[in-house]
């Protein structure tokens, strides 16, 4: 079983970034696509998006492309979300994931959640 720890959430203003990231342990994150997933209040958790194993794809949902992007340490065990640009709208829960299989954007894959991290973006 494979452990996910969140960090590097915060609350800061409309324009300013954030990197949040996802430490595993235990089995690891090793052979298999990472993704990034939100949740706000009263909405349904949102895929945001995803990096495969060795880094060549990467998949973002329409509202946060050119904005957003993932990236992975393998060394570290470590996968990142770089947030550019942040707008009210990205406040949320964020939650990484680890996928079943080397890539795939099918949410149904993903499993092994950690417990998330917040993020407040103020206009």
């Known amino acids: 079983q494979v452990q996910l720890v969140e960090s590097g959430g915060g609350l800061v203003q409309a324009g300013e970034s954030l990197r949040l990231s996802c430490a595993a342990s235990?089995?690891?994150?090793?052979?298999?696509?990472m993704g990034w997933f939100r949740q706000a209040p009263g909405k349904e958790r949102e895929f945001v998006g995803a990096?495969?194993?060795?880094?060549?794809?990467?998949y973002y949902t329409n509202s946060v492309k050119g904005r957003f992007t993932i990236s992975r340490d393998y060394a570290k065990n470590t996968v990142y979300l770089q947030m550019n640009s942040l707008k009210p709208e990205d406040t949320a829960v964020y939650y990484c994931?680890?996928?079943?299989?080397?890539?795939?954007?099918?949410?149904?894959?993903?499993?092994?959640w950690g417990q998330g991290t917040q993020v407040t973006v103020s206009s």
């Open positions: 235990g089995r690891t994150s090793s052979g298999y696509a």
């Open positions: 994931a680890r996928a079943n299989k080397h890539w795939t954007i099918n949410r149904r894959d993903f499993g092994s």
């Open positions: 990096i495969s194993w060795s880094g060549g794809n990467t």
